[in-house]
């Protein structure tokens, strides 16, 4: 099955800087790669995805790169703002089974 | 319109307990999906439902965890002989159901705690 990794594991950064997320995948057959954002005592928040006919999506403040070659795809915020603090989880898929990284704690210091 | 609701929000149980845990997908979705987050991990897939038939459980951990669909709407995810293991929070999402990998919209969770 689908395996993805996510790094890092812990992100602080100053707020008005950038944050970047990267994850990798194991299953080239993969072609669908969501971002989601989790709140303390809430569900996944979908942000961004991205499929594998295209290689970077943009909206706002938010962006993802995809790179099918290396398998590996990246979630950029810029201009980071307090209310960016969250856990972000990258994902990938081939049909409808979701498989989820590990998650990055995203601290945005005011 | 209303988003995924689960209910109860929160489960307390004591080890070798029956527990339901309820989904109420997004008005018109014809997938459901279940996952399991264990604490600091990200979800897990447990099962996949389209229309009324669970089309894939291969995620389903065991025998003691079975899930309903019905009438092709609510789902219900059951749990039996609870175990210490199981304590999780348990993730419902649901999509429109179209061809190829559509976006799956989560609900806020049910948190199941076994004593």
């Known amino acids: 099955g689908e395996n993805v990794e996510q790094h890092p594991s812990t992100l602080s950064v100053q707020e008005g800087d950038s944050a970047v997320i990267k994850c990798t995948y194991s299953d080239s057959a993969s072609n669908y790669f969501p971002w989601y954002k989790q709140e303390l005592g809430k569900g996944p928040q979908l942000i961004i995805d991205i499929r594998s006919n295209v290689g970077e999506k943009k909206d706002q403040r938010i962006a993802v790169t995809l790179n099918k070659t290396a398998k590996h795809f990246s979630l950029h915020i810029t201009e980071t703002q307090p209310e960016d603090s969250a856990v972000y989880f990258c994902a990938a898929s081939y049909d409808y089974k979701l498989s989820f990284g590990a998650g990055t704690t995203v601290t945005v210091r005011a | ?115």
């Open chain 2, 1 to 115: 319109g209303a988003g995924v609701s689960q209910t109860p929000s929160n489960k307390v149980t004591e080890k070798g307990k029956y527990v339901e845990l309820r989904c109420d997908p997004i008005s018109g979705h014809t997938a459901l999906y279940w996952y399991r987050q264990s604490l600091g991990q990200g979800p897990e897939f447990l099962i996949y439902f389209q229309g009324t038939g669970a089309a894939d459980d291969s995620g389903l951990p065991n025998d003691r965890f079975f899930a309903v669909r019905p009438e092709g709407s609510v789902s219900t995810l059951k749990i039996q002989r609870t175990e210490r293991g199981d304590s999780a929070v348990y993730l419902c999402a649901s999509s429109s159901g179209g061809p190829g990998t559509d976006t799956q919209y989560f609900g806020p969770g049910t948190r199941l705690t076994v004593l």
